[in-house]
């Protein structure tokens, strides 16, 4: 089985039990065993200050699947939820469910980038990562809480 950790986030449609429902969504995938979860997270809206803030949560999972298997799952609970892709990036959504990091593999295929792309620019990713898993390191061996150390907290709170 490969561990893979998946970021949660919702800003529309009471966000925190819309991260809760995806979390239990999670706990429900085929040929996947679900390991933990972080906290929730109350987080400023990124590139758009004029959206709701984010409800933010990081789970642990081991699959089965491939990385291209697990994404469509996750594209398909985002779609249960409501979610709509429009192409608008940082915009605000019902469920966001990303692939941060999938064992120590590097992904570079058009669907998906693994390590997650902007991962260690963000704090409202890596603080619930490390809170379940402290010692994660990216592919390459870096530290994520080297990374962690560099960026704002400022508006992050746990709930």
């Known amino acids: 089985m ?8 919702s800003n529309l449609s009471n966000p925190q039990e819309q991260v809760k429902l995806g979390i239990e969504s ?31 949560a990081v789970v642990e999972i081991e699959t089965d ?3 291209m298997q697990l994404l469509d799952e996750l594209l398909k609970i985002e779609r249960e939820h409501g979610r709509v892709r429009d192409g608008t990036r940082w915009g605000p959504r019902i ?13 570079n295929l058009p669907l998906l980038k693994i390590p997650h792309p902007g991962l260690i620019e963000r704090a409202f990713v890596l603080v619930p990562l490390l809170e379940i ?6 592919p390459n061996g870096e530290s994520l809480s080297r990374y ?9 709170k746990k709930l």
Not at 133 to 138: F, K, N
Not at 149 to 155: H, I, Y
């Open 26 to 56: 999670l706990k429900k995938l085929s040929q996947s065993k679900f390991i933990q979860q972080s906290s929730l997270y109350l987080t400023p809206a990124v590139g758009n200050s004029m959206q709701p803030d984010f409800v933010n």
């Open 133 to 138: 898993a402290p010692d994660t390191r990216l």
């Open 95 to 107: 469920l966001d469910l990303d692939i941060l990091l999938y064992d120590d593999q590097q992904i």
């Open 2 to 9: 490969v561990t893979t950790f998946i970021g949660l986030g």
């Open 148 to 156: 962690m150390a560099r960026l704002s907290t400022t508006g992050i």
């Open 65 to 67: 699947m491939l990385a």
